[in-house]
């Protein structure tokens, strides 16, 4: 089964700053990579899906990149309405097992 | 709207088999495509997929786990049904059901999930 690692397993910023969330896999599942976030209590949302691809309503400061099979999601400028857990999650073509990263939460400074 | 819900028993007897209903409506488990997905989270700890169902009948499961799941759908109910065998106290987690609208897409749309507790 492929694997996710996914780094920090907690991040502390304040509004305004810029963050980076890194997820690496096991093996080659380019661009079958997507992004999550979830609130307390609630289902996680997807923000981003194909690496890079924005779902509709999803502010334009939440960006997703990749280098090999390391990717990347960046929230420029962090604000209030951002502070949760965000969770990476590979559905390769090749695996149809698919399977999510530990979370990264991000916490107020 | 799609909507997605789950539905089952909060409190198993370990050892129980556990059954899980979700119910969807706004799309079709026969569009070309479409996968239903069940997915837990235990208490403060990261997602955990479970299993899928796809339009065409195909059925996938999590390798740590495949032994205790089936996965089942009825298409005319708009229905996934999710068996777990052998329940344990680490079972404990909310299971959320969770559609894939197509192939090279994610997650869109979650049930809002139902705990269920393991214990004697």
């Known amino acids: 089964d492929i694997q996710m690692t996914q780094s920090p397993s907690t991040l502390s910023a304040s509004v305004g700053d810029s963050v980076t969330i890194t997820c690496r896999a096991s093996?080659?599942?380019?661009?079958?990579l997507a992004w999550y976030q979830q609130k307390p209590g609630k289902a996680p949302k997807l923000l981003i899906h194909k690496v890079s691809n924005l779902l509709s309503g999803v502010p334009s400061r939440f960006s997703g990149d990749e280098s090999g099979t390391e990717f990347t999601l960046i929230i420029s400028s962090l604000q209030p309405d951002d502070f949760a857990t965000y969770y990476c999650?590979?559905?390769?073509?090749?695996?149809?097992?698919?399977?999510f990263g530990g979370g990264t939460k991000v916490e107020i400074k | 709207q799609v909507t997605l819900k789950e539905s089952g028993p909060a409190l198993v007897k370990p050892t129980q088999t556990l059954t899980l209903t979700c119910t969807f409506s706004g799309f079709s488990l026969s569009t070309s495509g479409m996968r239903v997905n069940w997915i837990r989270q235990s208490p403060g700890k990261a997602l955990e997929w479970l299993a899928r169902?796809?339009?065409?009948?195909?059925?996938f499961y999590s390798t740590s786990l495949e032994t205790r799941l089936t996965i089942s759908k009825d298409t005319s109910k708009n229905q996934v049904v999710l068996t777990m065998t052998n329940m344990d106290p680490v079972d404990t987690a909310t299971y959320y059901c969770?559609?894939?609208?197509?192939?090279?897409?994610?997650?869109?749309?979650w049930g809002q999930g139902i705990m269920v507790t393991v214990s004697s």
């Open positions: 093996q080659n599942i380019s661009p079958w």
């Open positions: 169902i796809d339009w065409d009948d195909d059925k």
């Open positions: 969770a559609r894939i609208p197509q192939y090279d897409y994610g997650f869109d749309y």
């Open positions: 999650q590979q559905y390769s073509s090749y695996s149809p097992r698919l399977t």
